[in-house]
């Protein structure tokens, strides 16, 4: 058939074929091209998702085939038209796989890897149904299956390679594609708590990729027994090269699985102070106040002791220490702390602010404030600032000095974990 076709391009007739395909293609791409300036660049929206350039996509590859039909139609009245007649289905095939991965993309969830690749896709998908069309695949086959090479004591053709390749890119790619689908769905199901929505999006996805692979090799021939050897030689290989990594994806599982740690909780851990940003399969992500990103593997997570300051209740006390001079009445400079704090925002009202005695010691008398707060990921420093600032002018007015100088200075008992190096500074 690749004779016929090579002998009919060549002939009067078949140039004359080849000038009214090429009218046809400069037509019907100089048409789609004016009606895609014309629309706007998003659609009403009901189509969000589609732009003028998805009805570039359809429509050229539409007109095209419409005026090719049209034209063999009235070219077939004065002369063989085998070319227009394998160009039809071709064009028709072409437009079908366009439009049909153009979907898939929009369907699936965003992702630019895909997105850069649609046109490879449709142009290889598009050469194989040419290929097939014209007769030339069952050629360029069995020449692939001549080429054959030894692996092991077997001898393995380049087509079954190709084929094996082909499988897995597929089965692959609808796996991840099926996922992604999945993956939007449960991650929209609010009434699913965070951590359970990201342990079945990482289960589903793990779950097609092993899938995807099981079908691909039978597909090719391959003995799925053969894995077990695989299986085998992985297995030592975690339980000796890998046993670390194996380790933090484990944990990160269990992390999930067991909400000791959710998304959004206030966290001490090996030295490392924030709120939870994301729980990978392989680390956990902890944002500190001032910006900073630590990155913890999740078996740290599993075998050290954590501190978390929401993990039943998000509300933390924050304690500020004063010590004032003997002899100051002490109701009232009590009275005053608490004064201090009745139009802060950011104090919670139940528990209600609180002032002790803390120590009897040789400079004065320390008293300790204590307010509750629910934002704790924000930071205490601006708080603990807000409120000194009005301890001050407050106790300047009640003529209350505080010990050890004069005028008035203040010392204030911080979180541990922001305890300067030396204990006994005060800021």
């Not at 071709?90 to 437009?95: G, M, Q, V």
């Not at 695989?230 to 194996?246: E, P, S, T």
């Not at 269990?254 to 490392?272: E, W």
């Not at 050290?304 to 220490?321: A, F, I, L, M």
């Amino acid at each position: 058939m690749t004779d016929h076709i090579i002998r009919s391009i060549t002939s009067r007739a078949g140039i004359t074929e080849l000038g009214v395909l090429l009218l046809a293609l400069l037509v019907s791409w100089l048409v789609a091209t004016l009606v895609r300036r014309r629309l706007p660049q998003t659609l009403s929206p009901g189509f969000a998702k589609f732009s003028a350039g998805s009805v570039h996509r359809i429509v050229w590859p539409l007109l095209l085939l419409a005026l090719t039909f049209m034209a063999r139609t009235l070219l077939v009245k004065y002369q063989p038209t085998p070319i227009l007649q394998i160009a039809i289905p071709l064009i028709a095939a072409f437009a079908g796989i366009r439009l049909t991965v153009y979907l898939l993309r929009h369907l699936m969830a965003p992702s630019a890897v895909l997105k850069a690749s649609e046109r490879f896709i449709v142009f290889g998908v598009w050469v194989l149904v040419a290929l097939h069309i014209t007769g030339a695949l069952g050629e360029i086959s069995d020449s692939l299956a001549d080429i054959t090479f030894a692996m092991g004591k077997q001898k393995v053709s380049l087509l079954l390679v190709l084929q094996a390749i082909a499988s897995a890119a597929i089965t692959i790619f609808l796996a991840l594609g099926l996922s992604s689908l999945i993956e939007g769905r449960v991650m929209k199901a609010d009434t699913v708590d965070i951590s359970s929505r990201v342990v079945i999006t990482k289960f589903v996805r793990a779950l097609a990729l092993v899938l995807a692979v099981l079908i691909a090799l039978p597909l090719v021939g391959i003995d799925l027994t053969l894995l077990s050897v695989f299986g085998g030689a992985l297995g030592v290989g975690l339980g000796f090269g890998l046993q670390k990594i194996a380790s933090n994806y484990v944990s990160g599982f269990i992390i999930l699985l067991d909400r000791s740690i959710k998304l959004g909780d206030l966290v001490t851990v090996d030295n490392k102070h924030g709120v939870v940003e994301a729980i990978k399969s392989r680390y956990t992500v902890i944002k500190s106040g001032d910006g900073t990103e630590a990155i913890v593997p999740n078996d740290t997570l599993i075998s050290s002791t954590v501190v978390n300051h929401s993990y039943t209740d998000s509300r933390v006390s924050v304690k500020t220490v004063l010590t004032i001079r003997y002899g100051t009445d002490i109701a009232l400079a009590k009275a005053i702390l608490l004064a201090s704090v009745t139009d802060e925002p950011r104090v919670l009202a139940e528990p209600p602010p609180a002032v002790a005695v803390k120590a009897l010691v040789e400079r004065g008398i320390e008293l300790e404030l204590i307010v509750w707060i629910a934002d704790a990921e924000n930071g205490h420093g601006q708080l603990r600032s807000d409120i000194l600032t009005r301890i001050l002018q407050d106790y300047a007015k009640a003529a209350i000095c505080f010990a050890g100088a004069d005028p008035p200075s203040a010392a204030i008992a911080i979180a541990p974990e922001t305890l300067p190096a030396d204990p006994s500074t005060k800021i």
